[in-house]
Structure formats: structure tokens, C-alpha cells
């Protein structure tokens, strides 16, 4: 069983940055790969970004460039840094782990067994 809590949304102007946290509960963290997803009001859940076991990561063609995905094994947190923020970035991101990702490489929610509650992220034009 993994718990994850999410932290670190808020509200930023556009252009800005945040630093979104996932921290894990858990003493085998760093076998789980972990994913990034955000769902917007009345859209569907979407991946953001991803970061395998080994630390291969995968970006949403729409956020490649301006966010970027880390793990600290360590420290059972992955990380997502969001620079350059846009109003349609607004959402609330979920964090998400997998013990075995399937043939999306994490890049679908329905390779995830574990979620996270979630924290709203808002990005005012």
C-alpha cells in the first residue's frame, strides 16, 4: 500500500512558476514509477508527465519544455517544476504510482495503482 500527499499548488500569474510535491509513504518507493496527471473543470483527466523507476521521464507534448519531472528516493518524493505557466495549466494535478507500468510507459492513468487527493494549481492571464 503506497499513500501519496500532494503539496505546493497555489495561485500564479501567468508566466510564473510552481514546484508541486508528491510525497510517498513507503519503503519501496524508489521500485514505483510515478506520474503526473491534471483534469480541469468539465475535462477529462490528462498526463502531464512521468518518471520510471530508473528515472526515464515522459512529457504531455503540451507542458515538454516547460515542466520538468524529478524523484529523490531518498527523501520518497517526486517532484514537478512548472515554469512558464499558462491560464490552460490551470487544474488540480493528481500524483499517481505504479508498481508496473504497462505498454503507455505511465503515460496512462490506467497503468496507476495508487492516487493521490490532489492539489489545485490556478493561473490567472
Known amino acids: 500500500q503506497v499513500q501519496l500527499v500532494e503539496s505546493g499548488g497555489g495561485l500564479v500569474q501567468a508566466g510564473g512558476s510552481l514546484r508541486l510535491s508528491c510525497a510517498a509513504s513507503?519503503?519501496?518507493?524508489?521500485?514505483?514509477?510515478m506520474g503526473w496527471f491534471r483534469q480541469a473543470p468539465g475535462k477529462e483527466r490528462e498526463f502531464v508527465a512521468a518518471?520510471?523507476?530508473?528515472?526515464?521521464?515522459y512529457y504531455a507534448v503540451s507542458v515538454k519544455d516547460r515542466f520538468t519531472v524529478a524523484r529523490d528516493n531518498a527523501k520518497t518524493t517526486v517532484y514537478l517544476q512548472m515554469n512558464s505557466l499558462k491560464p490552460e495549466d490551470t487544474a488540480i494535478y493528481y500524483c499517481?504510482?505504479?508498481?508496473?507500468?504497462?505498454?503507455?510507459?505511465?503515460?496512462?492513468?490506467?497503468?496507476?495503482?495508487?492516487w493521490g487527493q490532489g492539489t489545485q494549481v490556478t493561473v490567472s492571464s
Open positions: 499517481a504510482a505504479a508498481l508496473r507500468w504497462g505498454i503507455r510507459r505511465g503515460q496512462s492513468e490506467y497503468e496507476y495503482d495508487y
Open positions: 513507503g519503503r519501496t518507493f524508489s521500485r514505483y514509477g
Open positions: 518518471i520510471s523507476a530508473s528515472g526515464s521521464t
